[in-house]
């Protein structure tokens, strides 16, 4: 059963047009991550929520914004995409920070920006 | 800033055989190097966990090794099978709990 959850599994949209992602997760972790994969490269945390606190990386664009109403749901929004964005998102969680957590990442979100 | 390489970025090998995956990483100062599976299209798998205080962990046909003062970390696969063909990604954990990624091996195992 899948325990971290994303959704679409693929989002078109158009340039400049805001476009929401979705990450729900069942495993009650404290920590949320969204990264962003771009095609044959690493995957680039952009920021992380551990429980309501919100940790945004130093060169992670204004234009990436993030939600996290309740445990189970984080959204990433995309106040006006470029096609630069396009890209595979992952949403990955960890109970807590600790040397021996691992990461449970979902399918991920593949944006396409026309 | 920490880096982390893979070599090579694609190899293909016949079924059966056993292979080594490489990681290198340039700042000896982490927390735990972890090795994923990645499918086409999509997300990661953590497959191994090795704690900066550990020189290896095993997983069924998997074995990990880290040597964290030469920043040097191996995948082993003993008798590749066909679903073993992925990307394999390894990731290093600092202290501002960020993972960095490398670019992974991409393993195509010959039926």
């Known amino acids: 059963d899948a325990m971290v959850i994303q959704n679409p599994r693929y989002q078109v949209t158009q340039f400049g047009k805001p476009v929401t992602l979705s990450c729900s997760q069942t495993?009650?972790?404290?920590?949320m991550y969204w990264y962003q994969q771009k095609s044959s490269q690493a995957p680039k945390l952009l920021f992380h929520y551990y429980d309501k606190d919100f940790n945004n990386e130093a060169d992670t664009p204004d234009n990436f914004q993030s939600r996290r109403p309740n445990t189970s749901f984080c959204f990433l929004d995309i106040r006006s995409p470029g096609l630069g964005d396009a890209a595979m998102y992952l949403c990955?969680?960890?109970?807590?920070?600790?040397?021996?957590?691992?990461?449970?990442f979902g399918s991920g979100t593949q944006l396409s920006v026309l | 800033k920490q880096e982390v390489t893979q070599i090579p970025a694609a190899l293909s090998v016949p079924e059966g055989e056993n292979l080594v995956l490489n990681c290198s990483f340039t700042d000896s100062a982490i927390y735990n190097l972890q090795w994923f599976r990645q499918d086409p299209g999509k997300g990661l798998t953590s497959l191994l966990l090795?704690?900066?205080?550990?020189r290896e962990q095993t997983s069924g046909r998997l074995n990990a090794s880290l040597d964290k003062s030469s920043g040097r970390s191996t995948l082993y696969i003993a008798a590749s099978q066909p679903g073993d063909s992925a990307t394999y990604l390894c990731?290093?954990?600092?202290?501002?709990?960020?993972?960095?990624f490398g670019t992974g091996t991409r393993l195509t195992v010959i039926p």
């Open positions: 990731a290093v954990k600092t202290g501002a709990n960020n993972l960095f």
């Open positions: 090795i704690q900066s205080s550990q």
């Open positions: 990955a969680t960890s109970r807590v920070f600790r040397d021996d957590e691992k990461l449970f």
């Open positions: 495993l009650n972790h404290n920590v």
